[in-house]
């Protein structure tokens, strides 16, 4: 079983290569550059193949996605673990990374006829029903569409074997290359203590974990969900 993970160097998408293929996963990783540094981590994760792919560019993300699905005999699962990054954003281009590119490989993929099923697992945000204070309109656009992504293709693709959910890890998780961050500043910890009914921030890990579960067998009958993913801070009155 093969397993196509978009986020690059996203400690998210890194700990669920991770968590997939120690449960006897292949797993291949598309990333916007392939350079030393990723491809010593894919080396370390014993990652089967990296793929160098920029999702503005739609149709080569596409073709790159179709020949990875020919070659591997189909995939077993997709996750969209990647995130827009600009110093300057542009919100068109936000959108086709985020939105416009996933859903039209989902809609190639649902062409293919298959034996096995394909589970899709895309990554929302707080701001798809929430107004968060550092981010702008089209960041919030963007992660509402994700949200309606995932319900539309539930129902439109589900005919072609195809499930998708999606996954909402919250504002608060610990990224271990942003441990500095979080020494310099111990009242962001203490914040999410205070705020979060279980009393810490979420690990890389857990968030993939539940990734890892929504691409496997266990979630055989969840079709067009998005789980979150914050240790009950959504339901805390503020």
Known sequence: MTNLVFGGRSPIALALCKQLIENG???HLVTREVDAEIQAIASRLKISAIHQCNLLDTESAINLVTKIDQKVN???GVAFLHRYREIKPNPIDQYVVEV???????????????DKELAVVLTSSPAA???????DFQY????AAIEQL????SVRFAENKMRTNGINPGTYVYKE????????NPDVLKTAER????????????IAAVAGFLLGEQSSFINGTVITIDGGHSNQAS
Do not use: C, M, W
């Not at 290359?177 to 310099?184: L, M």
């Open 150 to 153: 995932v319900r539309f293709s």
């Open 140 to 143: 919030h656009a963007s992660k």
């Open 100 to 114: 416009l590119t996933p859903f039209k490989i989902l809609e190639s993929l649902a062409k293919v006829s298959r």
């Open 129 to 135: 029903t929430k107004v968060v204070s550092d981010q």
């Open 25 to 27: 996963r292949q797993v």
């Open 195 to 206: 705020l979060i009914p279980l009393g810490r921030i979420a690990t890389v890990d857990e």
């Open 177 to 184: 290359r942003a441990s500095n961050f979080y020494k310099e």
């Open 74 to 76: 189909h995939l077993s």
